[in-house]
């Protein structure tokens, strides 16, 4: 049984920062490619940012130079800081992982359960 979970959600005012951990657990034998996504009231679910597991990293345009992805191999979590925050950024936020159980079993997706971040005055 693999899970995701996700923390570090909250309120924030605009400008101000957070940061969100995802931690993996359970039966993994490799994990490739993480990413964060998100999804605002009415909208569709959206990339923000991917880390591959040698670190090489992608942003959606409006949170580069805002929004930072990073990982701990050894501890199959990944992270986002999250900086300038704006109203528009306020949406849950899904951690996603791609990985294998087993060294015979085939590369599946898994996501986290999504946390809160909400930016308003």
């Known amino acids: 049984q693999v899970q995701l979970v996700e923390s570090g959600g909250g309120l924030v005012q605009p400008g101000g920062s957070l940061g969100l951990s995802c931690a993996a657990s359970?039966?993994?034998?490799?994990?490739?490619?993480m990413g964060w996504y998100r999804q605002a009231p009415g909208k569709e679910r959206e990339l923000v940012a991917t880390?591959?597991?040698?670190?090489?990293?992608n942003y959606v345009d409006s949170v580069k130079g805002r929004f930072t992805i990073s990982r701990d191999n050894a501890k199959n979590s990944a992270y986002l800081q999250m900086n300038s925050l704006k109203p528009e950024d306020t949406a849950v936020y899904y951690c996603?992982?791609?990985?294998?159980?087993?060294?015979?079993?085939?590369?599946?997706?898994?996501w986290g359960q999504g946390t809160q971040v909400t930016v308003s005055s």
């Open positions: 996603n992982a791609n990985l294998r159980i087993n060294v015979d079993s085939p590369w599946s997706t898994y």
């Open positions: 880390i591959s597991r040698g670190f090489v990293t």
């Open positions: 359970g039966s993994i034998f490799s994990i490739s490619g």
